[in-house]
Each structure stands twice: as structure tokens, then as C-alpha cells.
């Protein structure tokens, strides 16, 4: 997403406390947090068979899980004023990110990028067809 489709700040706020903490406050009820940490305790690494964790280790375990298995692009111009004033008013969102700045590239250099990452890349299909489509 870019800077030019945030409608609200609010929708930046989020992020920021999602980044910094790994969770939005108030965005599960209390059953629905609680089916979520049912459903991932059959998941949780037991140091022994008998072990028994707490909720408070369940939950820290979905959060850890939650943020790293997150990503998230967005592109904002440095150009102005509110790059500045979200940087301050939105810490993590510059601190808990890589960021990476673009200048203006070239189409062939912006290709050569592309198909270097994604040559490796697999791609299942059933159809042979669609796969030559997909590498050409």
C-alpha cells in the first residue's frame, strides 16, 4: 500500500501498536482470543510431555508466531512534510521495519531485479500450459 491510500491516521495508529506489540488492542473479543489460543495450543513446543503451559505462555506464543509470519509492504514518499510527522508520530513504523529507499529505476533494471528473485521461485500447477505462461 502507499501513503496515498491511508484515508485516516488512525489506520496508521494500528499499525504502529501492531509493529510495536504485536497486537491490536480491542481487535479480538475475549471468547474469540480464547478459541485462537485453543486452537494454537496444539502447536505450542512442550519442553516434556507432562508440561502443562500457562495461558500468559500460550498467548505470548501466538502473538510470536502472529508477528513473525506478518509482512507487510508500504511505500511512502520522503518527500513533505507528513513522512516527517508520521515518522514521529508513528515510531515503529520506521523502527520495527527494514526500509528500503527507491529512486527512479529504469524498467529493464526493475525486470532484472524481479526475475533474479523469482526464478527460484516454485510454482505448483496443474496445467504445464499455464506454467510456461508463468516463467515466459
Known amino acids: 500500500m502507499t501513503d496515498a491510500e491511508v484515508k485516516s491516521e488512525s489506520f496508521l495508529e494500528y499499525l504502529n501498536s501492531f509493529l510495536s506489540t504485536g497486537e491490536i488492542a480491542g481487535l479480538l473479543a475475549k471468547d474469540e482470543r480464547d478459541i485462537a489460543m485453543i486452537d494454537i495450543k496444539s502447536?505450542?513446543?512442550?519442553?516434556?510431555p507432562q508440561y502443562e503451559p500457562t495461558q500468559s505462555e500460550v498467548y505470548r506464543f501466538m502473538i510470536d508466531r502472529i508477528r513473525d509470519?506478518?509482512?507487510?509492504?508500504?511505500?511512502?514518499s520522503p518527500v513533505g512534510k507528513k513522512f516527517r510527522d508520521r515518522a514521529i508520530d508513528f515510531p515503529a513504523l520506521f523502527n520495527n521495519?527494514?526500509?528500503?529507499?527507491?529512486l527512479g529505476w529504469p524498467e529493464e533494471a526493475l525486470t532484472d531485479v524481479a526475475h533474479s528473485f523469482i526464478n527460484n521461485f516454485h510454482i505448483d500447477v496443474q496445467n504445464p500450459e499455464t506454467k510456461k505462461e508463468l516463467e515466459g
Open 97 to 102: 521495519c527494514s526500509i528500503n529507499w527507491f
Open 43 to 48: 502447536v505450542f513446543p512442550l519442553p516434556n
Open 69 to 76: 509470519n506478518c509482512h507487510l509492504v508500504m511505500a511512502f
